[in-house]
């Protein structure tokens, strides 16, 4: 069973920064892809980033360019840089972990980050 736990979220201002954390806790072996989905009021949660073990990348095209994640294997942790912030990032941004097996995924808490002067 993996765990996930996020930090980072909070209000900012737009065009400002936020690095969003997140760490996996147990099973961590088992795991492939890790990312990052947000979930805007009364929207449905999309993807923002991800990567898998072997590094690759996809973006939403609203955060090309202005993301970016990245992964410490070592450490067990995933991140995701925000430049540039809108008003529009403004979500309840969920931390995701696939696992290699077709068991389902694994999902973080929640944090929140809003964007607003």
């Known amino acids: 069973q993996v765990h996930l736990v996020e930090s980072g979220g909070g209000l900012v201002q737009p065009g400002g920064s936020l690095r969003l954390s997140c760490e996996a806790r147990?099973?961590?072996?088992?795991?492939?892809?890790m990312g990052w989905y947000r979930q805007a009021p009364g929207k449905q949660r999309e993807l923002v980033a991800r990567?898998?073990?072997?590094?690759?990348?996809n973006y939403a095209d609203s955060v090309q360019g202005r993301f970016t994640i990245s992964r410490d294997n070592a450490k067990n942790m995933v991140y995701l840089q925000m430049n540039r912030l809108k008003p529009e990032d403004t979500a309840v941004y969920y931390c995701?972990?696939?696992?290699?097996?077709?068991?389902?995924?694994?999902w973080g808490q929640g944090t929140q980050v809003t964007v607003s002067a």
């Open positions: 990567m898998t073990s072997g590094g690759i990348t």
């Open positions: 995701n972990a696939s696992p290699y097996s077709p068991t389902g995924d694994y």
């Open positions: 147990g099973g961590i072996f088992s795991i492939d892809a």
